[in-house]
């Protein structure tokens, strides 16, 4: 079973049967390249094995938005890598407009964003605090409509509101967000 996001899918598996060796991981390897050579993925590796069933999942996250991407289950015994068959999803298109997840955010965790329909570009992220002081700048360069973006909040940021702007010359977005301890 899957379940997708723009972002991340948790990706399901199963190991079926049990060869002369135990198996010492397992996981789903992934790519955005169809009939990718075992191996030259990028595997997530799972640790919620299921022992009656076999049945595990693996959960890959920073993906592209709206992007089909191939998978297999693996597992690994004696060094050696068994795949499953290779199956396909597809991404989420982002949320239209801007969108901020997880909030309030934690001093020192991650804060996640995304905004559609833009022009590319150079593009400051700041957070604003209640006196008005940029307490946190990040400058990112945008190649295509969209940004799906993360950065850690600084841990030294007292909690409270502050605004998140997105700006660049010709464009201006503020969103209030609350920041915790």
Do not use: W
């Not at 191996?39 to 049945?55: E, Q, Y």
């Not at 006196?131 to 969209?146: M, N």
């Amino acid at each position: 079973s899957l379940v997708i996001s723009h972002h991340e899918a948790v990706l399901s598996g199963q190991i079926t049967g049990q060869g002369c060796s135990p198996v010492t991981s397992y996981g789903i390897e992934y790519s955005s390249i169809p009939n990718f050579i075992l191996g030259t993925g990028t595997r997530v590796p799972s640790t919620n094995l299921n022992t009656i069933t076999g049945a595990f999942s693996s959960t890959p996250d920073n993906l592209v938005q709206n992007t089909r991407y191939y998978f297999r289950a693996y597992t690994i015994s004696s060094g050696i890598a068994t795949y499953g068959e290779e199956r396909s999803f597809t991404t989420s298109p982002l949320p239209p407009g801007v969108v901020i997840y997880g909030v309030p955010v934690k001093r020192g965790n991650v804060l996640h964003y995304s905004l559609t329909n833009m022009t590319p570009g150079h593009y400051s992220v700041r957070l604003i605090n209640s006196l008005g002081q940029v307490a946190f700048q990040r400058d990112i360069i945008v190649q295509l409509d969209f940004i799906d973006d993360r950065f850690v909040v600084p841990a030294v940021l007292g909690p409270g509101a502050y605004t998140m702007q997105i700006i660049n010359p010709r464009f201006r977005y503020e969103k209030q967000i609350l920041i915790i301890q």
